[in-house]
Structures are given as structure tokens and as C-alpha cells.
């Protein structure tokens, strides 16, 4: 600084032509050029190789058997979104009642369906008719209303929705809550100063802002469940995973037939990503205006390599 | 709340008073926040209330729309009770439904503003006549313009709260409160939020509010306001009404030291 002062009339810079020389990063690209390295040797493999056999990869790629199996998968995902968001809003809404009789119950619940594996549970429902034989109303004076053995109403797919949706509930409880206990304290009274009924409330102003943390984990959720969904192959359900193990149990391709099977759930998964992006967009869009382009918003996220605060 | 349900002459109470509160008590577990709490706000009338922090000014406002229940004492809004329903000598509690009817009739400011963040300017102002009192959007719209433009921001109808400065979101917040078309307003605060130089746009509205007639019960630390529009002014602390009367009377002629030791200290 002192160098203004000191100096020499002739040698005083002109701080306008200054040219600012950024910091280099030589070990970032020694770090770029070995991964490329490696995905360049894992690349020649995958062609190479014939064990890959990737024309019997494109044979199947749009199989009949494949594409319904995609479809049950999808199916499944959906129907227990569904029921898992209705349960795991009531289950949460339980929870952050002042009564203990409501809230104690609907912590269990989320405790005994979050805290055991889908897999065992999906198991156990398949097999209740080990332990219920059969459903019936009975009223007194009046006989059996209706029976119906267990067998016919557990099925499979039956099976894998109800347990499915029971294990997702658990989870959506506990993200419905902590999106409802986000909200400030203040909008639901300021809610009940403009005379708005406590359902009204909820649904009109406490829901749409807890959404805003409610739709994130939601997704990757929902993400996530689509690729549990694959466990229902071990009781029989005809999703992906299982349309694909029965094809290669029959004709021994099974890693191609597993790549399509890769293909397909990277592909819906991916689906998935861009309808979360404009969901989050909707529900937060008093905090931008017009907001980022979505291929720039997903340029940025996956290519976040320039210099900290440049995606700012 | 209709006429044959107010309870004015039951209580031997002037049919004019809107606000009647005697002998408010009101207590979290051991401590005791109101020790006896007397108010009466004749319609069309303004109070301000003054006191420390911690004198429970706050909460006794909170009590008068019932947000917060009392343990104790004769609470009307316009002969009525709020959280009540009285029948011969019986008090029934109301669910909270019944309770939220009652209460649109009382608007209330809060320090933090409290706007709807995810619905613009325009939108926080129809929802409440839209959704509770089914009025049609087109009324709802045109009424709630007229409001915006009274606090000076039919520009910003399209804004979101977050977008506005907070003396702006508290003028809004005041015509959101004001297209209920409240038969009292409750303030807490409202300029305590706020920056220096933003307070006065607010306090402007107010007073435009106080002479247009309206029954307002004013929290607040503005004891220059206070003085200009206040019908009365009530000093509260610990629990308990210490002074109350003509503002300026109380501002420039304290009889309690208590009084005297606060305005000292704010003045």
C-alpha cells in the first residue's frame, strides 16, 4: 500500500490496467486426466469383451416380457407412492397431535414399519395365511356378514403393495413431520386471526410451504423405491427384475440380460430427476423469479467443476 | 357475531363497548403472566398499551382473540365471548372451528408480519374473504385494490412478501387484516420489527385507520404515536394494569414511579 506514497511518479501503476493471473489447479488436472484414463480402459473393456454380448443387450432391450416388467414396476411404484403419502400424512399429522393417544400410536407404527427390512416384511405379509386363514365380519345376531380365505385376497402383487406401502408410510411420516414442524408457528395464527378453520389452514397455507421440504426427500424417496421395488421378485411379482430372471433362467444370458434391466432403471430413474426438478420449481417460485433453465440447471449440477461460486 | 348474541346488558355492560376485560388472569404452570387485567375499549376508540418487556402486554393482547385462554375473569369482544359459548350460567368451550368464525371478526397485526410467502401481495389479501366468507374473487379483488391503495401499494398487488421491505409487508399486512372488515384490530408490536426509517410509513397508516373510526387495541413502544391518536393509554407490568388514562395526562404527568421509571428510560 505504501508503495502509492513512495514511489516515483514515472513507476506508479495504473490500477485499471492491472491484469489479474487466476490460480492454477495442476492437481485437479492430474485428477481429470487419470479418470479419464480409467474410464477410457473400463470403456475398451465393455466393447471388447464379448462376455458383454451386446447385440443380445439390444435384442431385449424392447422384449415384450421386458417391457411389462417395466411396467409392473413402475405400477408398484406408483400405487405405493400413493398409499404411503396418504398413510405417512395421517401418520405424521398423528404424531404432532397434542394428544398423547394419537401420537404415541403413530410413533410406533413408524418405528415397527421403518425399523425392519422391506425384504422381511414383504416376506411375512406374502406368508399370513400361515397365521390368518381367512378374513370374516361377524355381527352378533346376524352371522357372518362375508369370509373370504386369505389365499385369494394376499396375493403376490397384493402382497408387495401392502408391505411396500406399510415400510414407504414409515418414512413418509417422519418427512411429512419435520416439513409440517418447518413451518413458522406465526402462519397458522395468523391463519386463525383471518378466521380460517384449522383444515383450511392446513391445506391452504401450513401444507404448500411445508411442501417446499416436504418435495426433495420425497423424490429421492420415490427414486428409491422404484429400485426397492425390484425385492418383490423374491415372492413372485412380475416386475423387471423378474421378467429378466426369467428369461435368463432360461436361456443363460444373464449379465446382458441384467444390463438391459440396468438400462431400464437408470432410464425411469432419470424420468424421475426431471419431474422432481419442475415439482421443487413450483413449490418455490416466490423465491425466484422465472428461475434457471432446466438444461442449464442440470448442466450446472452435473458439470460443477469451475471455481467455487460460479454456480452462485 | 349478530346482535341478540351479544351479552352487553347481561353484564351491565355499556352496549358501546367493544373490548371489556375483567380481571384477566392467565398463568403457564407456576408463573403468573396476567395477575388481574382490566380494559375497556369503547367502540370506534383507540388504546395503546405500554410497558417493559415481560409485563405480559403481549399476551393479554393474544387473550382478547383468544389465541391464548384465559384462566380467569370476564373477556367480551362485542358483548360475545370468543372461545365461549354461554348458555344460562354455563360456559360451553367451542371447538376450534366455531372459535376461527368468531375470531374473523377481530383482525390482528403481529410483529413479524406474518404474510403468506408463497402467495403474492394480492392473493394473502383475498384469500381469507374468498375462502371464509365466500365472497366472490371478482368483490374480493376489487376490495382488496381499494385496500392497497389506501397503505399506498396497489403497485406491488403482484409482489411476493419476501420481494417487499418490512414496513411495506407490514402495510400489507394491515390491509389484509382490514378485508375481513374487522370490528376490532389488534396490533402487537408492529413496528418493533422494523427498521428506523421505516417505521414511520407505517405508523402513518395507523393513524389514517384511528381517524377513519376504527377500534384498534395497539401494543406498542411509540409513545409518540401513543400520545398523538391514542384515546387511552394503559401501562402494564408485571402482570398487572399499573396506570391508565388520557395519554397525555400519563406521558407528561406520571403518578406511578413505575411510570415514571419506564417513560424515563424510553422517552
Known amino acids: ?312 | 357475531m349478530n346482535a341478540s348474541a351479544g351479552h352487553h346488558a347481561r353484564f351491565g355492560i355499556d352496549p358501546t363497548t367493544m373490548v371489556y376485560a375483567s380481571g384477566i388472569r392467565k398463568s403457564y404452570g407456576n408463573l403468573d403472566v396476567l395477575k388481574g387485567v382490566d380494559l375497556v375499549v369503547p367502540t370506534g376508540s383507540v388504546a395503546c398499551i405500554i410497558g417493559p418487556s415481560g409485563s405480559g402486554k403481549s399476551t393479554f393482547l393474544r387473550c382478547i382473540n383468544h389465541l391464548e385462554e384465559i384462566n380467569g375473569g370476564l373477556m367480551l369482544v362485542d358483548g360475545d365471548f370468543v372461545g365461549y359459548r354461554l348458555e344460562r350460567d354455563r360456559l360451553y368451550e367451542l371447538p376450534p372451528a366455531a372459535i376461527c368464525e368468531r375470531r374473523a371478526d377481530i383482525g390482528m397485526v403481529f410483529q413479524q408480519f406474518n404474510l403468506f410467502p408463497h402467495m403474492t401481495v394480492l392473493e394473502n389479501l383475498v384469500e381469507a374473504p374468498v375462502r371464509v366468507r365466500g365472497e366472490p374473487v371478482k368483490d374480493a379483488t376489487a376490495r382488496a385494490l381499494v385496500l392497497l391503495e389506501r397503505v399506498g401499494l396497489a403497485e406491488k398487488r403482484a409482489a411476493y412478501p419476501r420481494q417487499l421491505s418490512g414496513g411495506q409487508q407490514q402495510r400489507v399486512a394491515i390491509a389484509r387484516a382490514l378485508a375481513m372488515n374487522p370490528k376490532v384490530l389488534l396490533f402487537d408490536e408492529p413496528t418493533s420489527a422494523l427498521d428506523p426509517e421505516l417505521v414511520g410509513e407505517v405508523l402513518e397508516v395507523m393513524k389514517d385507520l384511528a381517524l377513519g373510526g376504527i377500534t384498534m387495541v395497539v401494543v406498542t413502544h411509540e409513545i409518540g404515536f401513543a400520545r398523538e391518536v391514542a384515546d387511552q393509554l394503559v401501562f402494564m407490568d408485571g402482570g398487572v394494569v399499573v396506570e391508565a388514562g388520557d395519554p397525555v395526562e400519563i406521558t407528561t404527568n406520571p403518578r406511578s414511579p413505575r411510570t415514571r421509571e419506564f417513560l424515563a428510560r424510553v422517552l
Not at chain 1, 65 to 91: D, E, N, P, R, Y
Request: aromatic share 10%.
Open chain 1, 1 to 312: 500500500m505504501n508503495k502509492h506514497f513512495s514511489g516515483s511518479s514515472s513507476a506508479r501503476l495504473d490500477p485499471t490496467a492491472l491484469t489479474v493471473v487466476p490460480l492454477r489447479h495442476p492437481g485437479r488436472w492430474i485428477a481429470v486426466a487419470l479418470v479419464i484414463v480409467v474410464v477410457a480402459l473400463m470403456a475398451r473393456s465393455a466393447v471388447s469383451n464379448p462376455e458383454f454380448q451386446w447385440p443380445v443387450v439390444a435384442r431385449y432391450l424392447f422384449n415384450p416380457l421386458i417391457l411389462k416388467g417395466v411396467g409392473q414396476t413402475i405400477i408398484i411404484t406408483v400405487i405405493v407412492m400413493i398409499f404411503a403419502t396418504i398413510g405417512g400424512t395421517i401418520a405424521a399429522l398423528m404424531m404432532l397431535s397434542p394428544s398423547k393417544l394419537l401420537s404415541i400410536p403413530a410413533a410406533v407404527f413408524v418405528w415397527l414399519f421403518r425399523g425392519t427390512p422391506a425384504l422381511v416384511q414383504l416376506i411375512l405379509w406374502y406368508n399370513l395365511s400361515l397365521v390368518l386363514r381367512e378374513f370374516s365380519l361377524w355381527l352378533p345376531g346376524y352371522g357372518t356378514v362375508f369370509s373370504v380365505a386369505t389365499n385369494d385376497v394376499m396375493t403376490p402383487f397384493v402382497s408387495a403393495i401392502v408391505a411396500l406401502s406399510l415400510h414407504e408410510a414409515g418414512y413418509m411420516a417422519e418427512i411429512v413431520r419435520s416439513g409440517l414442524k418447518s413451518v413458522n408457528r406465526g402462519q397458522s395464527e395468523a391463519a386463525a386471526c383471518l378466521g380460517m378453520k384449522p383444515t383450511l389452514s392446513l391445506k391452504r397455507i401450513v401444507l404448500p410451504q411445508a411442501m417446499r421440504m416436504i418435495i426433495p426427500p420425497t423424490g429421492n424417496e420415490t427414486i428409491n423405491l422404484l429400485k426397492t421395488t425390484s425385492l418383490v421378485s423374491i415372492i413372485a411379482v412380475g416386475d423387471l427384475l423378474y421378467s429378466a430372471q426369467a428369461i435368463y433362467a432360461r436361456t443363460f444370458e444373464t449379465v446382458p440380460l441384467l444390463i438391459v434391466v440396468t438400462f431400464w432403471y437408470l432410464l425411469v430413474v432419470s424420468i424421475m430427476s426431471v419431474g422432481q426438478y419442475f415439482l421443487e420449481r413450483h413449490y418455490s417460485r416466490d423465491e425466484q423469479r422465472g428461475g434457471p433453465p432446466f438444461a442449464g440447471a442440470l448442466f450446472k449440477t452435473v458439470f460443477r467443476f469451475g471455481r467455487k461460486g460460479d454456480s452462485a
